[in-house]
Nanobody
Framework: QVQVVESGGGLVQAGDSLRLSCVAS????????MGWYRQAPGKDRELVAQ???????DYADAVQGRFTISRDNAKNTIYLSMNSLKPEDTGTYYC?????????????????WGQGTQVTVSS
């Protein structure tokens, strides 16, 4: 059994900051690519930022320079530091974790998704 749980969302004003956290737990052998996605009402889910196990990062153009993704491999955790928030950043933020679960030699890959955390930015 694997769980992916996000936290840290909330209601803030434009220009404020928030920090999201995502923890993967369960019978995890290793965590590979992990990332944050968001979905605004009436829109498709989109990639916000992702980070490899070695720390290479990739950002959506809309958040480049304002958001920072980081991770703690020992804790199977990633973070998203969001600064200079804008109303258009409003949405449900989801964590995705590419996991290897099980115990050697009986391991397999799983794409884990969290239930989401709401971020609302008022103007």
């Amino acid at each position: 059994q694997v769980q992916v749980v996000e936290s840290g969302g909330g209601l803030v004003q434009a220009g404020d900051s928030l920090r999201l956290s995502c923890v993967a737990s369960g019978n995890i052998f290793s965590t590979n690519l992990m990332g944050w996605y968001r979905q605004a009402p009436g829109k498709d889910r989109e990639l916000v930022a992702q980070i490899t196990r070695k720390g290479s990062t990739d950002y959506a153009d809309a958040v480049q320079g304002r958001f920072t993704i980081s991770r703690d491999n020992a804790k199977n955790t990633i973070y998203l530091s969001m600064n200079s928030l804008k109303p258009e950043d409003t949405g449900t933020y989801y964590c995705k974790a590419d996991l290897v679960v099980g115990t050697m030699p009986y391991t397999y890959e799983v794409d884990g998704w969290g239930q989401g955390t709401q971020v609302t930015v008022s103007s």
